[in-house]
C-alpha cells in the first residue's frame, strides 16, 4: 500500500453500507431465535439462562480485547475475514449438538402426537405412560391427593402457561404421586404428564440431575402392582430416565462450548468495523457521516428476521425432517457469513496508524468513578440490559406457547425496528423537547410498560402493538444515553467511553439478567419475570428522577459557539481584553479549579 493512500470516501461509506446490512441480515438468522433453537433441543429455562448468560459475557470483555489486539498489530482485516470464516464453523457446531429427543423433528414434520417416555430438566414435563384404576379411598396413603377422574385439555410447560389441546389424555400434576393401581379389569391407559419440580427449590443445581433419576425408583416402590409385567415396565422406564439424564448432560456441555466458541468468534467482528471505519473517517474528517450507518444494519435485520422465518416454515421438513426445525437458522448464518467475505476484503481501514493515548478503557472506567452523573447512568444501562435480556430469551416461549408461529416472531421483531428507524428524523427534537434525563425517564417508562404487558399476553398476535413502543424503549433510549455520554465525557473519550456502556455495563446486565431469569422462569413462571422485572425499573426510574437534578451539574465551554458569537467584538485596550472570551473562560476554570 501506498505511502499516500487515496482517499476515497464514497466508495468507503457504500462499502460500509453494505456490510452493515449484510451483517444485520446475518445476525437476524440466528440471534432472535436462539433460544427457541435452545428450547427445542431439550434444554429447561435456568440452562437457557446460563448459556445466555455466558455468551453476553463472553461479548462483554472478549470484543473489546480483540479490537484493542487487533489495532496495535494492525491485523484490522485478519481479524475481519477471521472471524467470518470462525462464525462459519463455529455456527456448523450448533447443529450438531443432539437433542433429548430424537424424534422430535419427525413428530413436528407428520403431525404426529404420539407420546413418548422422554425426560426433560425441570421446568419442563415429565412423560410416562402408566394405566391407573379406581381404588378405595382407605387403601392410598395418608395425605395423599386422590387422582382427579377428569380429561385434561392441554399441559403446562416450562413457562407456565397451558398448551393447546392433545389427542392423548394427559394430565398435570405438581407431584409426582406415590401409589398407582393396576388391574385387568375396569383399568384406562392415561399419559401422565408430570413437571419435575420435587427437590429443585432447596438444591436447583444438584435436583435437576438428581430427581428425576430418583422419581421412578420411588414410584415403584409405592405402586401396588398388578403383574408382574408392570415391574418389568417399570424398571425399563427407570433405564430410560437414566439415558435421558445422561443425553441431557451432554446437550448441555455441547450446547455451553459451541455457544462459547461460536461467541469467541462472533463478537469482536461488529467493534473492530466500527473502530476502523471511524478512523478512516476521522482522517478526512468526515466523522459526521458516520452517525447514521446503524441505520443500514436495522434494515438488514428487519428484512433477514422476516425472511429467514418465512424461509424456515417453508422448507422445514424438506431438509432436515429428523432434528430441530432451528437448525435451518444456522444454515442460513453461516451461507450470509459467506456472502460477507466478498465485502470484508473491501471494507475501509485506515492505511496509517492513528495515534492515540493508551489504556482508553481504564480512562474511560476512571472517569466514570468521578462522576456521579455517570455512575447514575451506569446503573441505568446495566438494570436496561438485565430487563431487555428478559425479553430477547423468553419472549418468543411465551409467544410459542399461544401458537404463535416464527413469521409471526420475525414480524414482531421487524416492527419494533422499523419503528426506531422511523423515530430517528425526531431524535434531535426529542431530546431538545425532554431533555436528555427526561427521553431517559420516558425509555424506562415505556420499557416497563412493555414488560407488564408481556405478562398478560392472550393470544399469539397481541405482541405486536407493544412492540411499536420498542422505538422508545429501545431507540430513544440509547439516544439519550449517548447524548448524555458525549456531554460528560472529556475530549477524545467520547467513543471508549460509549463502547464501555454498550459492551461492560448493558452486556454486564444482559449476563446477570439472563442468569436469574432462567431460575425465575422454572420456580414461578415467566409472567412473574416480567412482572418483577417491571416493578424494579420502576422503582429504578422513580429513584433516577428524584437523585438526576439534585446532582451537581457542570457547563462545558463551547470554545466554537464562543469564538462564532465574540469574533467581532474584539479590542486591543485593556477593557476589551478583559471582555475576552479566552481570558474569561481560563479564570472562570482557573476559579473552579481553586474552589
Not at 130 to 158: D, V
Not at 534 to 563: A, D, G, H, M, T
Amino acid at each position: 500500500m501506498s505511502a499516500n493512500p487515496q482517499w476515497d470516501i464514497s466508495r468507503a461509506l457504500g462499502v460500509a453500507r453494505l456490510f452493515h446490512l449484510v451483517c444485520g441480515v446475518r445476525d437476524a438468522c440466528v440471534t432472535p431465535f436462539l433460544t427457541l433453537y435452545l428450547r427445542q433441543l431439550g434444554l429447561a429455562a435456568p440452562w437457557v439462562g446460563i448459556l445466555m448468560g455466558t455468551k453476553h459475557l463472553i461479548a462483554a470483555f472478549w470484543a473489546p480485547f480483540c479490537a484493542f489486539l487487533a489495532k496495535s498489530y494492525r491485523k484490522r482485516r485478519a481479524l475481519l475475514i477471521g472471524s467470518l470464516l470462525g462464525s462459519v464453523g463455529a455456527s456448523l457446531l450448533m447443529v450438531l449438538v443432539p437433542p433429548l429427543d430424537k424424534d422430535l423433528g419427525y413428530h413436528s414434520c407428520n403431525g404426529s402426537r404420539s407420546v413418548t417416555t422422554t425426560v426433560r430438566p425441570p421446568g419442563l414435563v415429565l412423560t410416562v405412560n402408566f394405566t391407573l384404576a379406581p381404588e378405595p379411598a382407605s387403601n392410598h396413603p395418608a395425605g395423599a391427593p386422590s387422582l382427579p377422574a377428569r380429561r385434561s385439555t392441554g399441559i403446562r410447560n416450562a413457562s407456565g402457561f397451558r398448551k393447546g389441546p392433545r389427542e392423548s389424555v394427559q394430565e398435570p400434576f405438581s407431584y409426582l404421586p406415590g401409589y398407582f393401581v393396576s388391574s385387568a379389569e375396569g383399568a384406562r391407559t392415561t399419559s401422565g404428564v408430570h413437571p419435575i419440580t420435587s427437590g429443585v427449590k432447596d438444591a436447583p443445581w444438584e435436583g435437576v440431575f438428581k430427581v428425576v433419576s430418583t422419581a421412578l425408583p420411588l414410584l415403584a416402590e409405592d405402586t401396588v402392582l398388578g403383574n408382574p409385567a408392570n415391574l418389568s415396565a417399570t424398571k425399563g422406564n427407570t433405564g430410560a430416565l437414566d439415558l435421558s439424564l445422561e443425553g441431557l448432560r451432554w446437550t448441555l456441555i455441547l450446547s455451553l462450548g459451541a455457544m462459547a466458541f461460536w461467541e469467541l468468534q462472533t463478537a469482536p467482528l461488529e467493534r473492530v468495523a466500527d473502530d476502523s471505519l471511524y478512523e478512516y473517517l476521522d482522517f478526512v474528517d468526515a466523522t459526521d457521516r458516520y452517525r447514521n450507518l446503524w441505520i443500514w444494519r436495522l434494515l438488514g435485520m428487519s428484512a433477514g428476521v422476516c425472511g429467514i422465518a418465512a424461509l424456515v416454515g417453508q422448507l422445514d421438513c424438506f431438509l432436515r425432517p429428523s432434528g430441530p426445525r432451528g437448525v435451518l437458522h444456522f444454515y442460513a448464518y453461516s451461507l450470509v457469513s459467506t456472502l460477507a467475505l466478498p465485502v470484508s476484503i473491501a471494507f475501509p481501514i485506515p492505511a496509517c496508524r492513528w495515534r492515540e493515548p493508551s489504556y482508553k478503557t481504564v480512562k474511560a472506567l476512571s472517569l466514570v468513578g468521578g462522576d456521579p452523573r455517570l455512575i447514575l447512568l451506569a446503573f441505568t444501562v446495566f438494570l436496561m440490559g438485565a430487563a431487555t435480556s428478559t425479553v430477547q430469551n423468553f419472549l418468543f416461549w411465551h409467544m410459542e406457547d399461544h401458537g404463535s408461529s416464527e413469521l409471526v416472531m420475525g414480524f414482531s421483531v421487524s416492527l419494533g425496528l422499523l419503528g426506531e428507524i422511523l423515530l430517528h428524523p425526531f431524535k434531535t427534537m426529542l431530546l431538545r423537547k425532554l431533555s436528555r434525563a427526561g427521553t431517559v425517564g420516558l425509555g424506562l417508562g415505556c420499557l416497563s410498560v412493555q414488560l407488564l404487558y408481556y405478562s398478560f399476553l392472550w393470544s399469539w398476535w397481541s405482541v405486536l402493538p407493544a412492540q411499536i413502543l420498542s422505538a422508545i424503549s429501545n431507540g430513544a433510549l440509547w439516544w439519550a444515553v449517548v447524548a448524555s455520554i458525549e456531554d460528560l465525557a472529556t475530549p477524545r473519550t467520547e467513543r471508549p467511553l460509549s463502547a464501555m456502556f454498550r459492551s461492560h455495563f448493558y452486556g454486564g446486565g444482559a449476563s446477570l439478567g439472563s442468569f436469574v431469569g432462567g431460575f425465575v422462569v422454572t420456580h414461578f413462571s415467566l409472567a412473574v419475570l416480567y412482572q418483577a422485572s417491571c416493578v424494579v425499573l420502576l422503582l429504578w426510574l422513580v429513584l433516577f428522577l428524584s437523585v438526576q437534578p439534585k446532582l451537581p451539574q457542570e457547563q462545558k465551554i463551547n470554545y466554537s459557539k464562543l469564538l462564532a458569537v465574540e469574533a467581532s467584538d474584539t479590542s486591543d485596550s485593556e477593557q476589551g481584553t478583559e471582555r475576552d472570551w479566552l481570558v474569561k473562560a481560563m479564570r472562570e476554570e482557573h476559579s473552579d479549579w481553586k474552589g
